[in-house]
């Protein structure tokens, strides 16, 4: 059982700049972010291997959002830049082995954290 703790959320405004960390009591090959907006279904935004490779929801995520791994501490951080009101929701960290093709897939994860807000403000 891998135990995970996020921190690092609140209330921005437009244009600011969060970071997202998520604490993992063991290791796991992948860890993930997902972000649920209000009335939305949870969405994929990053996954990084322990290996350092990573992977975005696509090319806009990607231009102002950056997943790191420390492996000595097995810790994900999400840095997010420019933060725009459609960026706010829950973010969930998640932990898990799924294959290259289904990181965005939150059934392949086994491991939840209890999410945390971030909410944008215009």
């Known amino acids: 059982q891998v135990q995970l703790v996020e921190s690092g959320g609140g209330l921005v405004q437009a244009g600011d700049s969060l970071r997202l960390s998520c604490a993992a009591s063991g290791s796991t090959r992948t860890m993930a972010w997902f972000r649920q907006a209000p009335g939305k279904e949870r969405e994929f935004v990053a996954a990084i291997r322990r290996s350092g490779h990573s992977q975005y929801a696509d090319d806009s995520a990607k231009g102002r959002v950056t997943i790191s791994i420390d492996t000595a501490k097995n810790t994900v951080y999400l840095q997010m830049n420019n933060l725009q009101p459609e960026d706010t929701g829950v973010y969930s960290c998640?932990?898990?082995?799924?294959?290259?093709?289904?990181?965005?897939?939150?059934?392949?994860?086994?491991?939840w954290g209890q999410g945390i807000q971030v909410t944008v403000s215009s």
């Open positions: 998640a932990a898990g082995t799924p294959i290259l093709s289904n990181q965005h897939n939150p059934e392949g994860y086994y491991y």
